[in-house]
């Protein structure tokens, strides 16, 4: 029977399995009398086993076995449950958690459990696990080297030739670096300046996706020394170490050829082994037991798993369905024909009936997300011999699938932070008159168009006077400049680029290492990160996110000739005001909106537009906000609420001052999509 066709269904299932545990063996420490979680427990180990055996993953069916041998033994009160045999099964789900990721990468899931297995079978005996409870070696810490193609060394050659230097540079990166994919981007883009990287090891994809410990390899062309080089990589922060190596295309292409001639003699060796082990495998599967498998296949024909790549080309096509929805709606009121307005009306129902639905395909709970961080939090917090209670609020708010893969690193980073930096020691706490157990709370929640994200800690807070100090030295803010700003603007200086390279994480209450990384992350998903703090009693980093990246409502406007759409998730409301109501402040245009006093943006003077018509004596404004800021847009008149699909302005206009994109209306022209923030700023 080929299992291959339920491989993708396998990986989905026993990862959705391992969260469960892991989830339910936090609840246990918790509560280590309550049988009902371990029965719980023990269901997800039990459904594991029986897929592994049948799908012939036999290292992940005995350790699952041995794990469920130990459950087995606290549900029948044989075992007390402890945090230190709580830390001997996470560690072997930790390992469970390696085979599946092995196997979704296309490995075999093979991996030396014989230790754990130990541990476990100690722990069933009644033995204490205390002296056992060892870390396990990483399985990528093994070294790293680099292998060539006939094409790679003819590049090298031709390189040397033409008065190049090759290098091969073995980089590691700190254990405390969080965003490794934005560091080795950046390592990338500093050797690309000075050279050329021919290679690395792991690829490029693996790097990119994080599939890597802490040390990759790069092979570089370059005309600069190898000092030169390692200085440039080392100006980029979060590195630990960085080893430069000149070598000899001609010696490494004789080496590699003996090399291959040895490879190639194992190879043939562990074939006929191969052979032999598949044949006892097909013997023992048809002894194994089928029954689980088959039973939660069963249960889960009730969902159908879509790849996200059919939902983006499904999304792609409706939007091209909505710019032509727009193009009939405008024909229909042209021709003002009874039969074709009715359906173009209906139309349009069902279209937007048919938006709310592919957009709710596309949205995940944020759960998804925040349920590996409880794990993460017990294991820093005993690592530190700090007291933390993780409170998570909101966990089924739901944002776009495309926001909730990018999001996870940005938050572990400020979690760590929050933990790390902003929770003092529980002597610390006791001495300040706090509880000595420090509270992070994570929320979610929705607001309009956007969905915010909030971590809040009532830890030491952020020093200010340190920030700004810091700030000062490292060029990020001069002294003259300091004396204005207030405590907020201190505050967002941890954000700054050059701020991440403090010496000792430990300078500035901890808070900054790295918090660059987080913003450009998030910013680049359209969202903002601010924060706010008060010294002693906590911090609250809060993340602002749009609820969808593709489809928005706005209101269209006209500005002497030309339309620009501003979003309605900005709006506060539009008004029509006499020219003699705007009066000057702080040498600025402004009006008196219900009480406040709200600066004016003239679009037309920061768009550049021509004028063509005569002023009128009435001014139409559009109120807009983004947190506790206003504004009031001036336009020509309004145009009214429509639908719009956001389009990108492409590679070329990044840096276009307050236009976020572009949208093709009814009639084929194009409109301008405005960024509200930028003009509030």
């Known amino acids: ?43 997800s180990a039990h459904t594991l086993k029986g897929m592994s055996a049948t799908m012939g993953f036999e290292d992940l069916a005995n350790l699952t076995h041995q794990m469920e041998n130990v459950l087995d033994g606290i549900r029948n009160h044989k075992i007390t449950v402890t945090s230190e045999i709580l830390d001997v099964v996470f560690q072997a789900v930790d390992h469970l958690e390696a085979m599946i990721t092995s196997i979704a990468e296309g490995g075999d899931g093979k991996r030396d459990v014989e230790e754990i297995v130990e541990q476990l079978k100690r722990i069933e005996r009644g033995e204490s696990p205390t002296e056992l409870v060892t870390e396990q070696p990483s399985p990528s810490s093994t070294s790293l080297s680099q292998t060539y193609g006939e094409f790679e060394y003819n590049v090298l050659q031709q ?33 690309n300046e000075a050279g050329e990287v021919i290679k690395s090891n792991p690829p490029v994809e693996m ?44 010696e490494r292409k004789k080496a590699s050829v003996a090399e291959a001639a040895k490879a190639e003699a194992k190879q043939q060796e562990a074939a006929t082994v191969q052979t032999e082990e598949k044949k006892q495998q097909q013997k023992q599967k048809k002894g194994s037991e089928p029954n689980a498998a088959t039973k939660h296949s069963a249960s889960a024909n009730k969902t159908i798993r879509v790849n996200i790549e059919r939902l983006d080309i499904l999304m792609n096509l409706f939007e091209e369905l909505v710019i032509d929805r727009g193009r ?21 129902r069902i279209s937007s009936d048919l938006q709310n639905i592919i957009l709710n395909m596309r949205m995940v709970p944020v759960e998804t997300v925040f349920n590996r961080f409880p794990r993460m939090v017990r294991q820093l917090a005993r690592e530190l011999g700090k007291k933390v209670n993780l409170e998570i609020i909101g966990a089924e708010t739901e944002l776009d699938r495309t926001v909730i893969d990018e999001i996870g690193d940005p938050l572990v980073h400020l979690l760590r932070n929050a933990i790390d930096h902003g929770i003092e020691t529980p002597d610390v706490r006791r001495a300040s008159g706090k509880p000595e157990e420090g509270t992070v709370k994570l929320k979610a929640y929705h607001s309009g168009n956007h969905v915010f994200i909030e971590i809040e800690d009532d830890g030491a807070g952020i020093n200010r006077d340190k920030v700004l100090q810091k700030a000062i030295d490292k060029g990020v803010v ?30 500035i209450s901890g808070r900054g290492v790295g918090l660059d990384v987080v913003k450009s992350t998030i910013e680049s998903l359209g969202g903002t990160v601010t924060v706010d703090s008060e010294e002693g009693k906590g911090s609250l980093f809060s993340i602002q996110l749009p609820l969808t990246l593709s489809i928005i409502s706005v209101l269209l406007v006209e500005i002497q000739q030309e339309k620009y759409a501003i979003p309605l998730s900005s709006i506060i409301e539009t008004a029509i005001i006499k020219k003699e109501d705007i009066f000057h402040a702080h040498n600025q245009q402004v009006i008196d909106f219900r009480g406040k006093v709200v600066p004016l943006v003239f679009l037309k003077e920061i768009f550049e537009i021509p004028t063509v018509a005569e002023e009128e004596e009435f001014v139409s404004i559009v109120i807009v906000r983004k947190g506790e800021k206003m504004a009031g847009l001036v336009v020509d008149s309004f145009i009214g609420q429509q639908e719009v699909v956001l389009k990108s302005l492409g590679n070329y206009l990044t840096s276009v001052f307050a236009i976020s994109g572009a949208t093709i209306l009814g009639d084929g022209q194009v409109a301008l999509i405005i960024d509200c923030n930028a003009l509030i700023k």
């Open 478 to 507: 001069s002294k003259q400049n300091a004396e204005n700003l207030t405590d907020k603007q201190i505050y967002e200086l941890i954000f700054a680029p050059g701020f991440s390279t403090a010496d000792k994480i430990s300078d």
């Open 1 to 43: 029977m080929d299992m291959s066709q339920y491989l993708e269904v396998f990986i989905d299932e026993s990862k959705e399995h391992l969260q469960t545990i892991n989830e339910q063996l936090l609840e246990l420490e918790k509560a280590p009398e309550d049988m009902s979680i371990v029965n719980e427990i023990f269901r």
């Open 159 to 191: 390189s040397k030739e033409q008065g190049f230097f090759a290098y091969e540079i073995r980089v590691k990166l700190r254990a405390d670096c969080l965003l490794k994919a934005a560091r080795v981007f950046m390592v990338f883009e500093a050797l």
């Open 207 to 250: 790097l990119e996706e994080e599939q890597f410990d802490q040390e990759f390899i790069v092979t570089v062309v370059s005309k600069k020394s190898a000092e030169e080089l390692r200085e440039r990589i080392m100006k980029v922060s979060e590195i630990e170490e960085v080893d430069v190596v000149p070598f000899d295309v001609e």
């Open 328 to 348: 009939l709606e405008q024909i229909s009121r042209e021709l003002n024909h009874p039969e074709l307005h009715e359906t173009v009306e209906r139309m349009s």
